[in-house]
């Protein structure tokens, strides 16, 4: 069965110390990894897209890699306003995405 | 249109009831998804549409939950006889479109308390 694992569930970090969240996966053919970043009371907004083994993106302080087993989402001297819940989705070859439980980023000023 | 958009925004029903809840998908886009996600919790998957039809309708909790999507567009989640458990955020994406790929595209999410 797919299986997507995020760690750690929650993040504390001080305005610009610089950490890394994990998501873990097991999946039968893998399409794609998507990163989202979901504030209260809102809906998940797309992140990045990752498709193979090596692969990198970046955008702003963020930056997400990928392995045959795991990606990193990367944080660059984070501020304030990066805080939020941070998901990660597989999407398999039968197409449907399944999402691990999240974790939620503090930065504290 | 430019955005998921889901209707109602927010909805309180009493036990019992049934109720609608609606999915307009970002225009062209082929695939759509409904997810649920409770208070603090992450997504929960429910049902997976490309074109009119579901080949994946394994997240459904229980019968009382369905959905339907029409002209390959609008999609309908309906939930029967409402339970206090299914409070929670309903949330619509999208996927498939020309330039969008597989990436998916989440709405603003509908959100369902049952008192």
């Known amino acids: 069965e797919d299986q997507v694992t995020q760690s750690p569930e929650a993040l504390r970090l001080q305005e610009g110390e610089s950490s890394s969240l994990n998501c873990s996966y097991t999946v039968s053919g893998l399409r794609g990894l998507f990163w989202y970043r979901q504030d209260p009371g809102k809906g998940p907004e797309f992140l990045f897209t990752l498709y193979s083994a090596g692969e990198e993106k970046e955008k702003e302080r963020l930056k997400a890699t990928l392995t045959k087993k795991e990606s990193f989402l990367h944080i660059t001297a984070p501020k304030p306003e990066d805080s939020a819940t941070y998901l990660c989705?597989?999407?398999?070859?039968?197409?449907?995405?399944?999402f691990g439980a999240g974790t939620r980023l503090t930065v504290k000023p | 249109g430019a955005g998921v958009s889901q209707s109602p925004s927010n909805k309180v029903t009493e036990k019992g009831k049934d109720v609608e809840l609606r999915c307009d998908p970002i225009s062209g886009h082929t695939a759509l998804y409904w997810y649920r996600q409770s208070l603090g919790q992450g997504l929960e998957f429910l049902i997976y549409?490309?074109?009119?039809?579901?080949?994946?309708k394994s997240g459904l909790p229980s019968d009382r939950f369905s959905a339907e999507r029409t002209g390959g567009s609008v999609s309908t989640l309906t939930i029967q006889r409402t339970q206090q458990e299914d409070s929670a955020v309903y949330l619509c994406a999208s996927s498939g479109g020309l330039y969008s790929g597989n990436t998916i595209y989440f709405g603003e999410g509908s959100w369902l308390t049952v008192v």
């Open positions: 549409f490309q074109g009119n039809s579901a080949p994946d």
């Open positions: 989705a597989v999407q398999a070859g039968n197409n449907d995405m399944r």
